[in-house]
């Protein structure tokens, strides 16, 4: 996994995280489903690049 990856992802929990709480404290659900919804895109881009990683991985070490 490329560190811009990793940040973007992280970025991505970070923010969702932020809109989740912000929704939680203004009482507006819609915000914090969109916050929840952001927090687990970014933990799938992170599941998907390490797979994607796993398998470059496994194609180096048949070399």
């Given at each position: 996994?490329?560190?811009?990856?990793?940040?973007h992802?992280?970025?991505?929990?970070?923010?969702g995280k932020?809109?989740?709480?912000?929704?939680?404290v203004?009482?507006?659900?819609?915000?914090?489903?969109?916050?929840?919804?952001?927090?687990?895109?970014?933990?799938?881009?992170?599941k998907?690049?390490?797979a994607?990683?796993?398998?470059?991985d496994?194609?180096r070490?048949?070399?």
């Amino acid at each position: 996994m490329t560190i811009d990856e990793r940040l973007h992802n992280a970025k991505d929990r970070a923010a969702g995280k932020a809109k989740e709480v912000e929704g939680k404290v203004t009482g507006d659900k819609t915000r914090e489903t969109q916050g929840k919804v952001q927090n687990a895109l970014g933990k799938a881009k992170d599941k998907l690049t390490d797979a994607k990683e796993s398998i470059k991985d496994t194609f180096r070490d048949d070399d």
